[in-house]
Each structure stands twice: as C-alpha cells, then as structure tokens.
C-alpha cells in the first residue's frame, strides 16, 4: 500500500503542484488530488504559521502565497516511503515584486486516503522530518 501511496503523491506532484495556481482550470481539478477534509499545516517557523483545512483554505493559503511573492514553484526532488506516509524533499523557489528571489529546502509529510492527498505538513527542517518516519539522511 505504501508504493500506491508514493504514486498518489508524486502525480499530486507532477500533475498538480507543477500547474499555475493562479488559473481556474488547476483548481478546478484539485477535488481529483485532495481529499474533501484535506489538511494543510505549516512549519511552526513560518510567520503565522497555521493549520487550513479544506480545497478552499487551502486556495486561499496559495493565493496569498502568490500576492506576496508573485512567482513560486515547489519541486519534488525525492519521493520517499515512510509507512503508513509519504516524506517528500522539496525545492522551494519564489520572486517578489522587486525582482529579489528566494530558496529553501524543506520536507513534506503527506498522508494518503482513498487515493487522494488527505494531508500535508511543511516540516523546514529536512533531519527532522525524517526522524520522524523512522529514516536518517
């Protein structure tokens, strides 16, 4: 089941996450990656950081993302199997307004149900999380 699950995430990657989060069209389809109650929760050192549940709190986290940096990409470098999750390492890139970018390396958990993203956890610190699912870098 966790190989099934690992797919789920790296299509929710690949045919979502890659997509402009500003058009209709990418959200349109989101209720064929993200389950209904999809959570999303943000590492506690991010400014405000909260939990948001929900397609649409989830939107709305995005297009706030998008006013403030104007251009983001986020970018699966390694998919991992953890259990009964899914740990992603991920590239983090925006540019604001003034032109001045920024990068991060971060991790995701994910969960999975009936084959759609049901949750998932921004963790800044990649050794955390994955100590967290039992594996070592």
Do not use: C, K
């Not at 540019?95 to 049901?118: C, I, K, N, P, Y």
């Amino acid at each position: 089941m966790s190989q099934e699950n690992v797919e789920v995430v790296r299509r929710f990657f690949d045919e979502f996450v890659s997509r402009d989060p500003s058009l209709e069209a990418s959200w349109r389809d989101a209720p064929d990656f993200l389950d209904p109650d999809f959570e999303y929760r943000e590492d506690r050192g991010w400014p405000g950081a909260g939990a948001y549940r929900g397609i649409s709190a989830f939107r709305e986290v995005v297009t706030a993302y998008l006013e403030t940096f104007g251009e983001m990409r986020l970018e699966a470098e390694e998919i991992l199997e953890a259990d009964d999750r899914v740990l992603v390492l991920i590239r983090w890139w925006a540019r604001g307004a003034s032109g001045a970018e920024a990068e991060m390396h971060q991790a995701g958990l994910f969960t999975v149900r009936d084959d759609r993203v049901a949750s998932w956890q921004v963790v800044f610190d990649r050794q955390e999380a994955l100590e967290a699912v039992g594996l070592r870098e």
